[in-house]
Nanobody, 122 residues
């Protein structure tokens, strides 16, 4: 069982930055692929970024490529999502999730955090 807790969300002006954190319980954090997803109001949950267990393999959604980055600290059981040049369309609830394999599909992730709200004002 893995428990995930996100933090770092908030209100930011367009063009600003935020760093989301996701702290995981358990001693097997490095064995999990960690993903970030987001759900905007009235829309489906979509993939944002993922990191392999070692952090050597990452994937970023085209919609945020060049602005967002994912990285992890396995010693701290934490994965981060660095978000720069934020746009109003980035407004969403952001979720971290854990999976045993590298997938961008939400259904492949076994564990989910409760989400953290990010609101970008224009």
């Amino acid at each position: 069982q893995v428990q995930l807790v996100e933090s770092g969300g908030g209100l930011v002006q367009a063009g600003g930055s935020l760093r989301l954190s996701c702290a995981a319980s358990g001693r097997t954090f490095s064995s999990y692929v960690m993903g970030w997803f987001r759900r905007a109001p009235g829309k489906d949950r979509v993939f944002v970024a993922l990191s392999s267990g070692s952090g050597t393999v990452t994937s970023i959604a085209d919609s945020v490529k060049g602005r967002f980055a994912i990285f992890r600290d396995n010693d701290k059981n934490t994965v981060y999502l660095q978000m720069n040049s934020l746009k109003p369309e980035d407004t969403a609830v952001y979720y971290c999730a854990a999976a045993k394999s590298i997938w961008t599909a939400a259904d492949a992730y076994d564990y989910w955090g409760q989400g953290t709200q990010v609101t970008v004002s224009s």
